[in-house]
């Protein structure tokens, strides 16, 4: 079958905007969510988006939805050192996650 | 709310033995998620459980993996007998199915088999 795509790798440095992008298979998918991996820990639900949106605003997050494209992405901003991990993005199917492989994000001060 | 709970959290085995991981999902949750995940192949679903009734086990790799949910509160994954090729960090995560469908998940079961 097919797969979530994510880039594998990404760094910034302290302060700046980080952008994870991702591409998901299942058009019908009524939720797109975000995890984070921390070194040695399981992953934390960051946030979802349904996908009757296009945008969702979290704080410092900020989700964009492109469903013509597949396309998924999310928004770090003022991305610290303590942001450093990995990123999954996931696709509901059916009741289960269908995940990326991650995207490790690496905050340099 | 303890989240969920797995042990333990760290396995050494050597090759045959038989291993079983334990999972106890968030009180109330309705659905239990048993995910393998590995550099190679990052995170699969094994399988997963609806009011303790396996719905999909089509991830589970072969008959040496088995996975039982007795009741709402516990459930194990259990590998026999286990080869060096199931090493790997061991998840569960649980679900109320409804609203968003989000998934919680434990801190993970790292296995290594010998």
């Known amino acids: 079958g097919e797969d979530v795509e994510q880039s594998l790798f990404l760094s910034v440095r302290e302060g700046d905007s980080s952008v994870i992008n991702c591409t998901y298979t299942?058009?019908?998918?009524?939720?797109l969510y975000w995890y984070k991996q921390e070194p040695g820990a399981g992953l934390q639900l960051l946030t979802y988006i349904f996908s009757n949106m296009d945008m969702k605003q979290d704080q410092r997050l900020t989700v964009l939805l492109n469903k013509k494209d597949k396309h998924l992405s999310l928004r770090i901003a003022d991305t610290q050192t303590g942001d450093s991990a990995i990123y999954f993005c996931?696709?509901?199917?059916?009741?289960?996650?269908?995940f990326g492989k991650g995207t490790s994000l690496l905050v340099t001060p | 709310d303890a989240g969920v709970i797995q042990s333990p959290r760290h396995e050494v085995t050597e090759m045959g033995q038989e291993v079983t991981l334990r999972c106890k999902p968030i009180s109330g949750h309705n659905s239990l998620f048993w995910y393998r995940q590995t550099m190679m192949r990052g995170l699969e679903l094994l399988i997963y459980?609806?009011?303790?009734?396996?719905?999909?086990d089509s991830g589970m790799p072969e008959d040496r993996f088995s996975a039982k949910m007795p009741n709402a509160s516990f459930s194990t994954l259990k590998i026999q007998p286990s080869e060096p090729r199931d090493s790997a960090v061991y998840f569960c995560?649980?679900?109320?199915?409804?609203?968003?469908?989000?998934?919680?998940f434990g801190p993970g079961t790292r296995l290594t088999v010998l």
């Open positions: 299942d058009s019908s998918s009524t939720y």
């Open positions: 459980f609806n009011n303790n009734v396996p719905i999909d």
């Open positions: 995560a649980s679900s109320l199915l409804t609203n968003n469908y989000t998934q919680y």
């Open positions: 996931a696709e509901l199917s059916g009741y289960a996650l269908n």
